[in-house]
């Protein structure tokens, strides 16, 4: 009677087998590789992927008449109900399990997987120097003066949004911790307190160039380019209008990344251009506005692209409407989160800005020419984006997962510099040769093309390492050494500020100042790569708690 009724009890479970079909055949398997409701192919720029355990209570169950059979059923219950809203909660947000390891691929397999990554990123990064792109071929065709003076303009309405990064980069991560956890309304709450950041921000970009807009360009152009001031300002006045819009829409895009979804921004993005880019030649070929109506043109495309995204977010099941004023504990999260970012993006800024600066003090020919190659090289480095972003989600396994593996960090590193290599290289070439052979695509001026091609060889240089430097950073993030990366930057910064004194002193012209943009971009790169490689970087090191971010498990 009793070895009838253990039989009877050892086949009960399973009837009523319920464990989604990933799960049965994998669920002993557990212990040695957890899953992950972070995938390699998800498009999060996220510190470590939070790793998803689930062990069965008992393998061998107890008789069913006794207490602790009772207990035996309500565990298998309790797991097959846990199970249930885990695929649920998969099949709502859309976030796939990591079946295979990356610790078990090879390099030819690793930079398979990073090629799939990138590419649909690549399309998010391209669409902002896109946009500025636009106006200068646009506007090239008519004024050289409006041409010099989407310069100036340009910093203070492109440059400037760069320093609020910090946004995007909190909302990610945010995010992505807590839809790891299950708590959708978290992700409301933070994703409400952001955009409130979002737009006070924005509204205090508003008022300053509403305010100071006309000092800050007068300090940029300087007093032998004052008649370029009144056609920047008005480039300046009008794109100033969108800026609550530009970072709301950053936060619900990052916001939308960290749910892995990159097609709705993608595809607010991509008809924001085409309105930018149909607007401008409406407005600048036809009706003749010239610089302001390539103004009026990229500010609509840019609310047209926030309100596209925040629609895309309400589909989800989010208010991206609902703001609520963060707390102190809120805005600490958020600052820790934040600071290093802030530190390199205003450190990158600031040198572009000096840049700008130092050219605007020249004739208008050569800052024309410059605004070109500018824009042109914004353009083409943002296809190196992507492999930051695949850095961030690929080494945080390799370094921290439960089947960690340094050698298969240091053989992902080799992967994304190699594809870093071969993109530097490609978009040298080409970036090089738009304006070599094509300049009459930005301008019919001989004397700025001219300038323009005084600076290709720097150029060349300075773009085809760009996604290299870009690839070891991402690096740098992923292993959580903030605080070099910081200094890094800072300190490439305020070096390049000294070289752009010297050429500026020595006038060497803007060869002179493409040059140091060359060392500066160098020195990026000699830093961040001599810091992976050093035998106590974090490729290397088994201390896991030297490179801690303890401010995360406050998020």
Not at 71 to 96: L, M, P
Not at 446 to 473: D, G, N, W
Request: charged letters at 15%.
């Amino acid at each position: 009677m009793q070895a009838r009724t253990l039989l009877h009890c050892s086949h009960t479970p399973l009837q009523n087998h319920k464990y989604p079909r990933f799960l049965s055949r994998s669920l002993i398997s557990f212990k040695k590789r957890p899953l992950s409701l972070v995938s390699p192919n998800s498009h999060i720029s996220h510190l470590h992927p939070i790793p998803l355990v689930i062990k069965p209570r008992s393998r061998l169950l107890p008789p069913c008449n006794s207490p602790a059979h009772e207990s035996a059923n309500s565990s298998v219950t309790e797991n097959e109900s846990s199970t249930d809203s885990i695929s649920e909660f998969i099949e709502e947000t859309g976030i796939e399990m990591n079946r295979e390891g990356l610790e078990n691929q090879s390099m030819w397999e690793q930079m398979k997987e990073i090629v799939m990554f990138t590419g649909p990123a690549t399309g998010l990064w391209i669409c902002g120097p896109l946009m500025s792109l636009i106006d200068t071929a646009v506007i090239g065709q008519g004024s050289s003066i409006e041409l010099a003076a989407l310069g100036p303009g340009t910093v203070l309405c492109d440059g400037m949004s760069y320093i609020f990064m910090f946004l995007s980069i909190a909302t990610s991560n945010m995010v992505a911790t807590s839809l790891a956890k299950q708590d959708k309304n978290e992700v409301q709450h933070q994703l409400s307190m952001l955009l409130f950041i979002g737009l006070t921000c924005g509204s205090l970009m508003f008022l300053f160039t509403k305010f100071f807009g006309p000092s800050a360009l007068k300090a940029f152009a300087g007093s032998d380019n004052l008649d370029i001031i009144p056609a920047a300002n008005t480039y300046v006045q009008i794109r100033g209008l969108a800026w609550p819009a530009i970072l709301i829409g950053w936060v619900v895009q990052s916001a939308s990344l960290g749910m892995k979804d990159s097609w709705g921004p993608l595809k607010a993005l991509a008809v924001a251009s085409a309105v930018n880019g149909i607007g401008d030649i409406v407005l600048c070929r036809f009706l003749g506005y010239g610089i302001a109506g390539a103004a009026w043109a990229t500010m609509a495309s840019q609310i047209v692209a926030a309100f596209m995204m925040i629609n895309s977010l309400n589909k989800k099941g989010y208010n991206a409407y609902a703001m609520s004023v963060p707390s102190t504990d809120d805005l600490m999260i958020v600052f820790r989160l934040a600071a290093p970012a802030f530190i390199m993006m205003i450190s990158k800024v600031a040198f572009y800005s000096l840049i700008v600066y130092f050219v605007t003090s020249m004739d208008t020919v050569t800052l024309a020419a410059h605004q070109v190659m500018i824009q042109a090289f914004f353009m083409c480095t943002v296809w190196g984006e992507p492999l930051s972003q695949a850095a961030q989600s690929f080494m945080p396994e390799l370094m921290y997962g439960v089947n960690r593996s340094l050698e298969k960090a240091r053989t992902m590193l080799k992967s994304l510099v190699i594809i870093g290599t071969i993109l530097g290289l490609a978009l040298g070439i080409i970036g090089t040769s738009v304006p070599w052979f094509f300049p009459s695509i930005f301008t019919h001026d001989q004397k700025i093309i001219q300038e323009m091609h005084k600076v290709l060889i720097p150029y060349f240089l300075a773009l085809a390492v760009t996604p290299c430097i870009l690839s070891l950073e991402g690096t740098l993030l992923a292993g959580r050494d903030l605080k070099f990366i910081s200094l890094a930057m800072s300190g490439c910064s305020f070096t390049g500020a000294l070289l752009l004194l010297l050429v500026s002193s020595r006038g060497y012209g803007l060869p002179g100042y493409w040059f140091a943009l060359v060392g500066f971009q160098w020195g990026r790169f000699f830093l961040a790569l001599q810091r992976l490689l050093s035998p106590d970087g974090i490729l290397f090191s088994e201390d896991l708690s030297q490179h801690e971010l303890k401010e995360l498990k406050a998020a």
